[in-house]
């Protein structure tokens, strides 16, 4: 049996990693694929403290695990298949074996939901973005649309409209999902121009985005609008598959935890993007993870 076992490679995870090895606790950490969680997919981090050349993603990420296994941390780079979590046990399933921990630190992230058109991943980090708090600043001064109609949406529209000379808010009905004040905020912002019931068919470009062939929902007619840079926020999914039957969950399904991290099972964590937060950034899923391994290593 170990004392702590983390699953996910992120910048919550590793931290946790980095605090349950300097705090001598037993540890192994599982990622399916590769350290660094989502940021190593970002161009440029230009808001992580200390680094003020901003590095890119995947060099940040790389930064982490090797601070992490300098300290010794054991990484098994394998599935995780299943969990059983009670208070009394929690065993982690892989392929071809089993682990038993006192604590378990979730920090599987979540995933931006994604439009589902042709070519949009192509475009990630070459104009297309789901992060405008991540990568606004990289489009000072120039254009960009932002494509959604709750908060998240009309905050990065908001948050945009600050820094480029015209932000555009593509929404597919012809009124916002989003809050009152935020809304308000929005429309006595001279710079944000709004498209009502408007679908995104096509993202254009050779390597780099140029423009949006754009669909009226009710007149079917279709245009091209140029822009430097596309923001998708309608949405991001929590990988909580493995827990969906196990933990308590919000209705958008992000694990419920307290101040602690703890979660509705004695000695389940949960950090990072995974769990109910207002903020999921590299900083906050750092926090996290610290905030998590500390009270895991007191169990």
């Known amino acids: 049996m170990i004392d ?74 394998a599935p995780v298949v299943k969990l059983e979590l009670t208070e009394d046990r929690k065993t982690v399933f892989l392929p071809d074996k089993t682990i038993e921990a006192k604590a378990v630190i979730l920090c599987m992230g979540a995933a931006p939901r994604p439009l589902g058109i042709e070519r949009e991943e192509d475009f990630v980090g070459g104009g297309l973005s789901y992060c405008a708090t991540c990568d606004g600043a990289f489009y000072k001064g120039k254009t960009a649309a932002v494509i959604g109609g709750g908060d998240t949406a009309v905050s990065d529209a908001i948050y945009l409209s600050a820094l480029c000379k015209k932000v555009y808010l593509i929404h597919r009905r012809d009124e916002l999902r989003a809050s009152e004040a935020l809304r308000r905020a929005a429309f006595e912002r001279p710079n944000i121009e709004f498209i009502w019931d408007t679908v995104v068919e096509k993202l254009e470009g050779e390597k780099s985005l140029s423009g949006l062939l ?86």
């Open 4 to 77: 702590v076992a983390i699953i996910g490679g992120g910048p919550a995870g590793l931290t946790a990693g980095i605090y349950c090895m300097r705090g001598g606790a037993k540890t192994r950490l599982f990622e399916e694929m590769f350290v660094g969680g989502q940021i190593v997919k970002t161009h440029r981090v230009d808001n992580y403290p200390g680094f003020s050349n901003g590095p890119d993603g995947f060099e940040l990420g790389a930064a982490f695990e090797t601070h992490a296994k300098k300290l010794g941390l054991e990484i098994d780079y």
């Open 214 to 299: 754009l669909r009226n929902k009710r007149t079917l007619e279709t245009r091209t609008l140029e822009v430097d840079g596309v923001f998708v926020a309608v949405g991001i999914v929590p990988r909580t598959e493995l827990v969906r039957d196990l933990l308590e969950l919000t209705a958008e399904g992000f694990i419920k935890t307290d101040v602690n991290m703890e979660t509705s099972v004695k000695g389940v964590f949960a950090a990072g993007d995974i769990r109910n937060t207002p903020l999921r950034q590299v900083i906050t899923a750092c926090a996290d993870g610290a905030v998590a391994a500390t009270r895991a290593m007191e169990l």
